[in-house]
């Protein structure tokens, strides 16, 4: 299946097949530089695989974890490719979840103003939200993309066999972000989460996951409105995040628990925490408010002294209010 993306300046590709990883070559010419970028968690096989079917391939393992989505793995690898003798004409591939597509679309981005790149996405998260849209960044120590750029993939290859070797934690936390498409903009989507197999049913509800964001980006790439629902979670989950150092929780784990508390409808909370308690995601996790407002009022969507936030009231509805960033503290 292929899924395009049309943007104001670029259009680009999603395929969605399994196998895919063994045929990059026939989406993408790989007869020039390839710098393959992932982490050492993720199966090695992966980058090999691609590797092969390039005239000049190299391979750059990073260690897996948050941690290694910083300045100076990011400085590494620019030496590295500036060693290489890598040009504007030459391509990154990146194979990992949203940690490495973030970090190596952040060194596409800067490196010689801009280089082609690909996303191969080999965790539910980055298949379903994080390697699509063209937001790339780095964190400054427990900031989150603190520092970044909105810069598109030349291509996004999905290949949901990598899946196989995904720990099922790290495969529910991907699931989150399709909880919040459905929440926000398909309800069947939802149902189908709620009722059906997210193994089973993993195909359709990326498919209607890539969908929902693929025609938000479309409309607002750069996140000047609409795209802001995208954000629906994601301001408690990204300080909850930062509050426990990137280590004890994951992203999908923390934006469950930030829509939780941006959503109105009792009934739809109720639904909520079933099925959060039905995939294994936690309902609450402890945390200090005051801890959790100073690391709100440092993110990077405030301004001095509002803040955007989304709220749900039900299903569908969706509000984007920009609030005195003092009124956050009503929900947490
Ligand atoms: N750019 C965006 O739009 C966007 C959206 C959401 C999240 N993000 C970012 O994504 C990151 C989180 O992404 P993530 O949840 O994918 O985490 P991750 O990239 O850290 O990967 C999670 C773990 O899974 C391992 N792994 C990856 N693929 C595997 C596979 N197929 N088999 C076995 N192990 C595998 C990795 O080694 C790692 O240990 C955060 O940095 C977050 O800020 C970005």
Known sequence: ?????????????????????????QYISLQRKVYIIS????????????????????????????KSKSLDVYQEIIQELLKLRFSRKDLIVTIGGGMVSDLGGFVAATYMR??????????????IDASIGG???????????????????????????????????????????AIK????????????????????DYE???????LVKKNIVEKDEKEAGLRTILNFGHTLGHALESCYELQDVLHGECVAIGMLAFTHDPILKKQLCTLYEALGLATSLPYHIEDVYNKIVNDKKTDAEYINIVELSTIGIYEIKNIKIEAIKQYL
Do not use: W
């Not at 069947?188 to 193994?199: A, N, P, R, T, V």
């Open 1 to 25: 299946m292929e899924i395009p993306v049309q943007l104001k300046q670029s259009t680009y590709s999603i395929i969605i097949e399994r196998g895919c990883l063994d045929r990059l070559h």
């Open 39 to 66: 982490d050492d968690g993720i199966p090695t096989t992966y980058a090999q695989q691609v590797k092969k079917q390039c005239k000049y391939g190299f391979i750059h393992i990073v260690p897996q974890g948050e």
């Open 114 to 127: 801009g280089i082609d790149f690909v996303n191969i996405p080999t965790t539910t998260l980055a298949q």
């Open 135 to 177: 937001k790339v960044a780095v964190n400054i120590g427990n900031l989150k993309n603190i520092i970044g750029a909105f810069y598109q993939p030349k291509l996004v290859c999905i290949d949901p066999d990598t899946l196989q070797t995904l720990p099922k934690r790290h495969y529910v936390n991907g699931i989150v972000e």
């Open 181 to 200: 498409a459905g929440l926000l903009c398909d309800p069947s989507l939802f149902k189908l989460i709620q009722h059906g197999d997210i193994f089973q």
């Open 204 to 210: 359709t509800i990326l498919q209607k996951a890539i």
